[in-house]
């Protein structure tokens, strides 16, 4: 896959489909690897006459790796953000949508619907904040306004999301350990195939497996606080998936997005949790379709 220089890094990126298509831009959330927007899933998008780019967030995957410095301590760092304290980071939300936008820049593309999933929402909800002329419209996929009267995730899930492999350098651990993660958060109604969950993470993990990388993009999704002013300066038609049982980022958060970006729409599936499962390919698919669809008509 080609990498663009944006933003001063080395971003990877996968460009699918007819270059004069409209573009779908898809922004992947928390540690997770371009390969987490699934083929299934994209190909229903290039059936349907759009052009889709993938790509590795900063710090994940086989984009630029941020070094230097101390390692971030996410137990502090939560501790600041409840008592309201300011909080240093290597990057943050605002700059990972930089990179975005630069990606795009580097493609040539003057403007693209946006659709992000979890802290992947969060950075496309600022980047349709910062660069209005740039989003024809924006999903925002089980994700959050940042509001701090949000109920919290599920125990269960935030230990599943804060907890180490037993061996970070054994990769079958590393799978291993996904696997038990994605089991807690993954969606009740639509569980997935275990040969198949496997040997879809089994590839991310040889491909680069970066968990320092995963502490720096929590601390900048900590830092950013909350974005409901932000939120209200939104222009572009949205659209607020969020699944009944997210056991990571409860259902409130989704609804409060669609409540603070002026003029969005809410959608929410029963059974759905913090995954993209297959059984909701081609549902999600329509429904993103039928809204870049109708903000062109």
């Not at 959330?29 to 299934?40: E, F, N, R, S, V």
């Not at 935030?158 to 291993?176: F, G, H, M, Q, T």
């Not at 496997?198 to 990388?213: A, D, I, K, Q």
């Not at 609804?255 to 002026?262: E, S």
């Amino acid at each position: 896959m080609p990498k663009l220089r944006c933003n001063g890094l080395e971003i990877e990126y996968e460009s699918l489909g007819d270059p004069g298509a409209p573009a779908i831009l898809l922004i992947m959330g928390l540690g997770m690897q371009l390969l987490a927007w699934p083929d299934g899933f994209c190909e229903r998008l290039l059936a349907r006459g759009f052009r889709v780019i993938r790509f590795d967030n900063r710090d994940v995957g086989l984009s630029t790796r941020i070094t230097g410095g101390k390692r971030p301590n996410l137990i502090w760092a939560m501790l600041a953000a409840r008592l309201r304290l300011p909080l240093r980071t290597p990057y943050t939300l605002g700059d990972m949508a930089d990179d975005a936008i630069g990606l795009i820049d580097g493609l040539g593309i003057a403007q693209a619907h946006v659709v992000g999933a979890s802290m992947g929402g969060m950075i496309a909800q600022v980047l349709a904040a910062r660069f209005p002329q740039r989003v024809l419209s924006l999903t925002s996929i089980m994700s959050s306004s940042g509001n701090p009267k949000l109920p919290r995730p599920k125990a269960e899930a935030l230990k599943a999301l804060l907890s180490r492999p037993a061996d970070p350098r054994n990769a079958e651990a590393v799978i291993n350990h996904l696997v038990r993660v994605f089991g807690v958060i993954g969606s009740p109604a639509f569980p997935a195939d275990p040969a198949e969950l496997r040997e879809r993470l089994s590839r991310s993990v040889r491909r680069g497996y970066y968990p320092e990388g995963v502490a720096r993009q929590l601390i900048a999704v900590i830092a950013s606080g909350d974005r409901r002013k932000l939120l209200g300066t939104i222009v572009a038609p949205t659209l607020v998936i969020h699944g009944a049982a997210d056991p990571l980022v409860p259902t409130e958060a989704g609804r409060d997005t669609a409540r603070n970006i002026p003029g969005a729409s809410l959608m929410l599936i029963e059974g759905m949790g913090h995954d993209l499962p297959p059984a909701l390919y081609e549902r999600l698919a329509q429904a993103i379709v039928a809204h870049c669809v109708s903000r062109n008509s």
